[in-house]
């Protein structure tokens, strides 16, 4: 750097840094407190005997939380279920949400207000959320199954959330429709920084809507796709707001998801257990991240 553009520079004095820390400690502060503490914690209480009903004696056991845990049949249900939940899940969420993202990329007369009402759900609550579509698939008096038979479709109402089958299917529909916007946002934002000059340069070599679509938008989006897959996955595995306010992980255990036997283990007062399944979920998303993004490693384009 030459000495002309040293004198520019200003000077980062002792003052100005110990102002900058003092702006950044309350952030600090509340990332280590909330975040970081209690990671620590549930860690350490993964391997101690701690019951909520007996705290006045929380030994280590060592492994005997994960042996517990692991030796259950509702844990590797609850995994399995885990599976299909993210999977189909994500499938629907990201098919749906290009396809609304390719549209609202078009300039058409309310795309605003059009936008505005696609962006809402993401703006809920997964809790009220589930709440709402608990409603729309009662057994009795739900709107699903009234629209259902005036269209002819059935002949009698089905349990959604009673039916170990339909409720599993239920909590997805809703999960869907709850996850596309995010996926709406996220490749529409990145349909946006494609140059305008591609697609110029492109169709003046004859190339059609889709190839255009094939070897210029998919090239250009596909490292942010692989980025947001990866994020909603961990979300997915991560939300349990929707199953738990829609069937609570019934019936029978049929839409038990990992995150959701784990609160069970916290309501049952077993915080050793639930810390043990905690550990577990981390280390298996720590490990799917790096398998992920080692397979999906993309070369930007010079």
Not at 73 to 101: C, K, P
Not at 185 to 214: H, K, N, T
Request: glycine share 10%; hydrophobic share 55%.
């Amino acid at each position: 750097m030459s000495q002309a553009a040293q004198a520019a520079r200003p000077a980062f004095t002792g003052r100005k840094a110990r102002f900058v820390a003092l702006c950044l400690l309350p952030g600090a502060v509340f990332v280590l407190l909330f975040t970081y503490y209690p990671m620590i914690r549930g860690a350490v209480i993964a391997f101690q005997r701690y019951n909520l009903f007996d705290i006045t004696s929380t030994p280590f056991v060592g492994l005997d939380n994960f042996r517990a845990v692991l030796a259950e049949d509702r844990f590797w249900t609850a995994l399995r279920n885990t599976g299909t939940w993210v999977a189909v899940s994500l499938f629907f969420q990201f098919f749906l949400g290009f396809g609304l993202a390719l549209l609202l990329r078009r300039h058409f007369r309310g795309r605003g207000l059009y936008q505005a009402w696609v962006f809402f759900p993401w703006a809920m609550s997964g809790f009220l959320i589930g709440l709402l579509w608990r409603w729309m698939f009662n057994g009795q008096f739900g709107v699903v199954n009234d629209l259902l038979l005036k269209a002819g479709i059935i002949d009698e109402r089905i349990g959604f959330l009673a039916t170990p089958g339909w409720a599993m299917t239920s909590v997805i529909v809703a999960n869907v429709w709850y996850g596309v916007t995010f996926f709406a946002i996220m490749i529409m934002a990145a349909l946006q920084s494609v140059p305008a000059e591609l697609y110029e340069a492109a169709s003046v070599d004859g190339a059609s809507r889709l190839r255009q679509f094939w070897h210029v938008t998919l090239p250009h989006i596909r490292p942010t796709l692989a980025l947001i897959v990866l994020l909603r996955i961990i979300w997915i595995l991560n939300f349990p707001d929707l199953i738990y306010a829609m069937t609570g992980g019934g019936p029978a255990g049929s839409t038990d998801i990992i995150t959701t036997f784990l609160i069970q283990q916290v309501i049952g007062g077993d915080y050793g257990r639930a810390g043990a399944v905690g550990m577990l979920v981390l280390g298996l998303l720590l490990a799917f991240s790096v398998f992920y993004l080692n397979a999906t490693r993309f070369e930007r384009s010079r």
